[in-house]
């Protein structure tokens, strides 16, 4: 069971703003660690969408952005476009995994 | 360019062994973290462990602990997860990825997956 708590599913229609949450515990996103944020497209790997809480990689559209407080975090995505369909992960690091991390357990994206 | 080249899909019976290969190329391996993650046929990512090539320090997740091995050839700037006995239940994508900055960093880069069904 994930330490790291997604809604299942999203939805928007296209122009519209849509939020993602990432509700973690004391022992990672509560303790002060980074949480970053991947899109995976059908059929595809992940690629890194939002690192250390609200940074984008190069080429990643300044429509996507994040933001941590407390023991969450949330992915936003402003001016949904229908290639945003996807999954999209929260990840951190975890005190209690022997020094690893962990992920969320996903949220599918649907644009209507 | 930086790549992360995974070894080909595999085909294996129950109790099988196995070793998956994932080749880096365009940066130095032993200064990174290495990554693996596994994704169940229509589930959610898992890591799986990370190694630190530079000293093979090597930390698993309790999931998987005692369950693969994961390993480097700084040599070949290679990393490899190996099974000694799979399960149907191993049957997978398996996932490598370069870890930026620490053991806290995101996995900036990705290799392109492995497949991996265990069927008798």
């Known amino acids: 069971q994930s330490r790291l708590t997604q809604p299942p599913s999203v939805s928007g229609a296209p122009g519209q703003r849509v939020t993602i949450s990432c509700t973690g515990t004391s022992s990672n996103i509560g303790a002060g660690y980074d949480v970053h944020w991947y899109q995976q497209l059908p059929g595809a790997a992940p690629k890194l969408l939002i690192y250390d809480n609200n940074n984008r990689p190069s080429g990643v559209p300044d429509r996507f952005s994040g933001s941590k407080s407390g023991t969450s975090a949330s992915l936003a995505i402003t001016g949904l476009q229908v290639e945003d369909e996807a999954n999209y992960y929260c990840?951190?690091?975890?005190?209690?995994?022997?020094?690893?991390?962990?992920f969320g357990g996903g949220t599918k994206l649907t644009v209507l | 360019e930086l790549q992360l080249v995974q070894s080909g899909a595999e085909l294996k019976k129950p109790g099988e062994s196995l070793k998956i290969s994932c080749k880096v190329s365009g940066y130095t391996l032993p200064h990174y973290w290495i990554a693996w993650v596994r994704q169940m046929p229509g589930k959610g990512l898992e890591l799986m462990g990370i190694i630190y090539p530079g000293d093979s320090d090597t930390r698993y997740s309790p999931s998987f602990e005692g369950q693969v091995t994961i390993s480097v050839d700084k040599s070949i700037s290679t990393a490899y997860v190996q099974w000694s006995s799979l399960k149907a239940s191993d049957s997978a994508i398996y996932y490598c990825?370069?870890?930026?900055?620490?053991?806290?960093?995101?996995?900036?880069?990705w290799g392109q997956g492995t497949l991996v069904s265990v069927s008798a």
């Open positions: 990840h951190s690091f975890d005190t209690s995994l022997r020094g690893s991390g962990i």
């Open positions: 990825g370069r870890m930026y900055g620490s053991a806290k960093g995101g996995i900036d880069y």
